[in-house]
C-alpha cells in the first residue's frame, strides 16, 4: 500500500512568489493535515482537510490556503513569499472522523527554501 | 499556553542502554490521546506508539513503551536497549476530545536522540 506522498521534495523561491505544494493521501484516507516544521522547531498545525473542506486552521496568515480535490489529494499554496516561509513542510493523512486513534501518516514533506 | 511539553532538547545514550524520554501535557478535556513520533534525518514522521486517555495499561510497541502517569500528565517514551538507528528527532504529541479520529494533533519541541557506539 502507497504512503503519503508529497510533490515537490525541494523547492527553491524568491521573495514575494508564490509556492505550491501537492499531497496525496493514502487510498482511503480522507482527511489530510499540513504542518510546518521550521528549522530545528516542532511541527506547527496549518491546516486540515476532511471530505473537501477546510475544518480547522492553525495561527497562520491568510496566504497560507489550500484545497482537497474530490480525489482528497490536496495542495498547499503560499503566497507573497517571506525568508521567513524556509521550512519542512509535512502532509499527513488519516482515515477520517469516526474512525482509529487519531494516528496521523506522514509524507515525507517537502522543502521550501525561500531566498 | 503550552500543550506539551518536552524539556530535553537532547539526550546522549550509550548503545544498549535503556532511555526515557519526557513529555508533560495539558488539557482539560477527559477524553485524549498521546502519541510518539520518531523523525529521522530524512524528514519522514513515523508513528511509534499510541497511549489513551482510559487505557488502563501503559502501551507497548517492541522496545518501545510509555510510562503514562494520568495524574501527573506526563506520557514518557521508554526505549529498551538502543540502537544506533534509535538517532532521530522524537516528538511527543496529543489529541483531544472524544476518539473520532481526524482532530489535528498538537506536538511537543522535540527532543533529539543520540546513541553513541
Known amino acids: 500500500e502507497a504512503g503519503v506522498t508529497q510533490s515537490p521534495t525541494h523547492l527553491i523561491k524568491t521573495r514575494g512568489q508564490q509556492a505550491t505544494l501537492r499531497c496525496s493521501p493514502i487510498?482511503?484516507?480522507?482527511?489530510v493535515y499540513w504542518y510546518q516544521q521550521a528549522l530545528g522547531l516542532g511541527l506547527q498545525f496549518l491546516l486540515w482537510?476532511?471530505?473537501?473542506?477546510?475544518?480547522n486552521r492553525g495561527n497562520f496568515p491568510p496566504r497560507f490556503s489550500g484545497r482537497q480535490f474530490p480525489n482528497y489529494s490536496s495542495e498547499l499554496n503560499v503566497n507573497a513569499l517571506e525568508l521567513e516561509d524556509s521550512a519542512l513542510y509535512l502532509c499527513?493523512?488519516?482515515?477520517?472522523?469516526?474512525?482509529?486513534?487519531?494516528?496521523?501518516?506522514f509524507g515525507e514533506g517537502s522543502r521550501l527554501t525561500v531566498l | 499556553a503550552q500543550k506539551i511539553t518536552q524539556t530535553q532538547p537532547g539526550m546522549f545514550v550509550q548503545e544498549k542502554e535503556a532511555v526515557t524520554l519526557d513529555c508533560t501535557y495539558d488539557?482539560?478535556?477527559?477524553?485524549?490521546?498521546l502519541f510518539w513520533y520518531k523523525q529521522p534525518s530524512s524528514g519522514e514522521m513515523i508513528f511509534l506508539i499510541y497511549?489513551?486517555?482510559?487505557?488502563?495499561q501503559n502501551a507497548t510497541e517492541g522496545r518501545y513503551s510509555l510510562n503514562f502517569q494520568k495524574a501527573r500528565k506526563s506520557a514518557n517514551l521508554v526505549i529498551s536497549a538502543s540502537q544506533l538507528g534509535d538517532s532521530a528527532m522524537y516528538f511527543c504529541?496529543?489529541?483531544?476530545?472524544?476518539?473520532?479520529?481526524?482532530?489535528?494533533?498538537?506536538f511537543g519541541q522535540g527532543t533529539r536522540l543520540t546513541i553513541n557506539p
Open positions: 504529541a496529543m489529541r483531544e476530545g472524544e476518539r473520532q479520529g481526524a482532530q489535528k494533533l498538537v
Open positions: 499527513a493523512s488519516s482515515p477520517g472522523v469516526g474512525s482509529g486513534t487519531g494516528e496521523l501518516f
Open positions: 488539557t482539560s478535556d477527559p477524553s485524549y490521546g
Open positions: 497511549q489513551g486517555s482510559y487505557d488502563q
Open positions: 487510498s482511503g484516507h480522507t482527511s
Open positions: 482537510y476532511d471530505e473537501g473542506e477546510e475544518r
